[in-house]
């Protein structure tokens, strides 16, 4: 079930009047509601991954409840490495084991010998590197001895499972989720209306910038090789647009959702593309995700207390542990050397906290420096991205050759109506002006329902709901379902 489907539409107002007009007085039935709603979402999409999402949950509960149960250090560690295991076992299993069995038998023809490895021929299960992660996090963080096992099943089921998060975040922390989960809701009309514009705000990113993107940045990235290099640039930035309104509508619209049920999530998405530097862009893109990997890996592994050697190190390898999270593919990996390349100088000067607060704050424009750092990182930013959507490493190197060309001077060519690929660049434009304007709050459009001017509003609203239903056509599915 996809957030921009007609079934979801059906499916989301229902459970509402269920769980605030029928359920209102009883948490514990409000709870139970929600899990058995997340478990049927899910089940949509594919009803027999519901054993290992089933089981995934039932591990960590018990293997957490052991480690609140004993103080010895050798037990503790005993269920915290069988839990972290088997979760990462099967994320391994589903995710990696052909990547690893292909590059292996690649690696032995490359010797001279044939090898004919055994591949699972099963699909990826949806949204299964975001419910690990918040499994993980939350035995971690017991083991650690941070927070307590939750006793509830119902209340834990439910912080792995909200049905918003699930298949695509944001990756949330037991420590933020589950006493908002134990705690009883009140109906916030306030909360609900700022969760409502946050939706539309999603969908409107999502079929109208990014899934009107993906057709071109499809196309071009296909036929990379018959496509001058200045399409080719097009085709990048077609791209950089589509992935970053694609996640980050998912992301509005989960947060909008979980607020029409009374809980906030974690954010994910700060205007990563007004960033003046790499870091200042990791600090503000998928959010959930890079802070995970600090708290539970670059952090443990010395973060950059140690000298120049250990930082270097931990950057590396967070950033690629990072990429392989995205996918199993070689090009994931260079994507995110890439990034550790391009943050390295950073790191290495100490410069990596200079940017902090969002860029021109209280001001309509930037500096002319503000301006260029920007128009700079984005460009390295987009570069990356070229990796990150290839099929291959070649793929990359040609599509990247080819930019780098005569022809990257030359008109860029147009298989698709002139005026439709004008269209395109002209919402995207409009949507980065609404974004600027907006990007001192937690998303771009969450002050209008502050103006004064009711029929401005509804003006604005009305023009937003009409752009959606003009573009949107046949669902598309969100990107990172696929990791």
């Given at each position: 079930?996809?957030?921009?489907s007609?079934?979801?539409?059906?499916?989301?107002?229902?459970v509402?009047i269920?769980?605030?007009?029928?359920?209102?007085?009883?948490?514990?039935?409000?709870?139970?509601?929600?899990?058995?709603?997340?478990?049927?979402?899910?089940?949509?999409?594919?009803?027999?991954?519901?054993?290992?999402?089933?089981?995934?949950?039932?591990?960590?509960y018990?293997?957490?409840?052991?480690?609140?149960?004993?103080?010895?250090?050798?037990?503790?560690?005993?269920?915290?490495?069988?839990?972290?295991?088997?979760n990462?076992?099967?994320?391994?299993?589903?995710?990696?084991?052909?990547?690893?069995?292909?590059?292996?038998?690649?690696?032995?023809?490359?010797?001279g010998?044939?090898?004919?490895?055994?591949?699972?021929?099963?699909?990826?299960?949806?949204?299964?590197?975001?419910?690990?992660?918040?499994?993980?996090?939350?035995?971690?963080?017991?083991?650690?001895?941070?927070?307590?096992?939750?006793?509830?099943?119902?209340?834990?089921?439910?912080?792995v499972?909200?049905f918003?998060?699930?298949?695509?975040?944001?990756?949330?922390?037991?420590?933020?989720?589950?006493?908002?989960?134990?705690?009883?809701?009140?109906?916030?009309?306030?909360?609900?209306?700022?969760?409502?514009?946050?939706?539309?705000?999603?969908?409107?990113?999502?079929?109208?910038?990014?899934?009107?993107?993906?057709v071109?940045a499809?196309?071009?990235?296909?036929?990379?090789?018959?496509?001058?290099g200045?399409?080719?640039?097009?085709?990048?930035?077609?791209?950089?647009?589509?992935?970053?309104?694609?996640?980050?509508?998912?992301?509005?619209?989960?947060?909008?959702?979980?607020?029409?049920?009374?809980?906030?999530?974690?954010?994910?998405?700060?205007?990563?593309?007004?960033?003046?530097?790499?870091?200042?862009?990791?600090?503000?893109?998928?959010?959930?995700?890079?802070?995970?990997?600090?708290?539970?890996?670059?952090?443990?592994?010395?973060g950059?207390?140690?000298?120049?050697?250990?930082?270097?190190?931990?950057t590396?390898?967070?950033?690629?542990?990072?990429?392989?999270?995205?996918?199993?593919?070689?090009?994931?990996?260079?994507?995110?050397?890439?990034?550790?390349?391009?943050?390295?100088?950073?790191?290495?000067?100490?410069?990596?906290?200079?940017n902090?607060?969002?860029?021109?704050?209280g001001?309509?424009?930037?500096?002319?420096?503000?301006?260029?750092?920007?128009?700079?990182?984005?460009?390295?930013?987009?570069?990356?991205?070229?990796?990150f959507?290839?099929?291959?490493?070649?793929?990359?190197t040609?599509y990247?050759?080819?930019?780098?060309?005569?022809?990257?001077f030359?008109?860029?060519?147009?298989d698709?109506?002139?005026?439709?690929?004008?269209?395109?660049?002209?919402?995207?434009?409009i949507?980065?002006?609404?974004?600027?304007?907006?990007?001192?709050?937690?998303?771009?459009?969450?002050?209008?329902?502050?103006?004064?001017?009711?029929?401005?509003?509804?003006?604005?609203?009305?023009?937003?709901i009409?752009?959606?239903?003009?573009?949107?056509?046949?669902?598309?599915?969100?990107?990172?379902?696929?990791?």
């Amino acid at each position: 079930m996809l957030f921009n489907s007609v079934s979801f539409a059906i499916f989301l107002p229902g459970v509402f009047i269920l769980y605030w007009f029928v359920l209102n007085k009883n948490l514990k039935l409000q709870n139970i509601l929600l899990l058995v709603a997340s478990y049927f979402f899910y089940a949509c999409w594919d009803w027999r991954f519901m054993f290992l999402l089933i089981f995934s949950t039932l591990l960590d509960y018990f293997t957490g409840i052991k480690m609140s149960e004993t103080e010895k250090p050798g037990k503790r560690k005993f269920w915290f490495w069988l839990s972290v295991s088997i979760n990462l076992g099967f994320l391994a299993v589903f995710k990696y084991y052909n990547f690893f069995a292909g590059s292996f038998s690649e690696a032995i023809s490359n010797l001279g010998f044939y090898v004919s490895p055994w591949t699972l021929k099963v699909i990826l299960p949806v949204g299964i590197s975001f419910y690990t992660f918040h499994g993980l996090s939350y035995v971690i963080d017991i083991y650690k001895k941070r927070i307590n096992a939750e006793r509830n099943i119902v209340d834990y089921a439910l912080f792995v499972s909200f049905f918003p998060l699930l298949v695509a975040g944001p990756i949330e922390r037991a420590t933020h989720l589950l006493p908002q989960v134990k705690r009883k809701r009140i109906f916030d009309y306030t909360l609900g209306v700022d969760g409502l514009r946050q939706i539309l705000w999603g969908l409107f990113k999502k079929a109208v910038i990014a899934d009107q993107c993906s057709v071109y940045a499809n196309t071009i990235f296909a036929n990379s090789h018959i496509y001058s290099g200045s399409t080719l640039v097009l085709g990048a930035l077609f791209f950089t647009f589509q992935i970053y309104c694609d996640f980050s509508g998912y992301s509005d619209i989960a947060l909008g959702v979980a607020k029409l049920f009374g809980i906030e999530l974690l954010r994910n998405f700060a205007f990563p593309y007004f960033s003046r530097d790499i870091a200042e862009f990791w600090r503000r893109w998928h959010i959930s995700l890079s802070s995970w990997f600090r708290d539970y890996l670059y952090i443990p592994l010395g973060g950059s207390k140690g000298g120049t050697w250990e930082k270097v190190r931990n950057t590396f390898i967070i950033f690629l542990v990072s990429g392989f999270w995205h996918g199993a593919n070689w090009t994931f990996i260079a994507w995110g050397f890439l990034n550790a390349l391009f943050i390295m100088p950073s790191i290495l000067f100490n410069t990596n906290r200079n940017n902090l607060e969002i860029v021109a704050k209280g001001k309509s424009l930037p500096t002319l420096k503000e301006f260029l750092n920007m128009l700079l990182t984005f460009s390295l930013v987009v570069f990356a991205w070229i990796f990150f959507r290839a099929s291959s490493l070649s793929d990359a190197t040609n599509y990247i050759s080819r930019i780098f060309s005569g022809s990257l001077f030359t008109i860029p060519q147009f298989d698709a109506n002139r005026l439709e690929v004008l269209e395109t660049m002209i919402l995207i434009l409009i949507f980065l002006v609404i974004e600027w304007n907006g990007r001192e709050n937690q998303y771009a459009i969450a002050k209008l329902g502050k103006l004064k001017s009711r029929g401005y509003r509804l003006a604005f609203y009305f023009s937003i709901i009409l752009l959606i239903f003009l573009f949107m056509g046949r669902e598309q599915q969100f990107i990172y379902f696929q990791f």
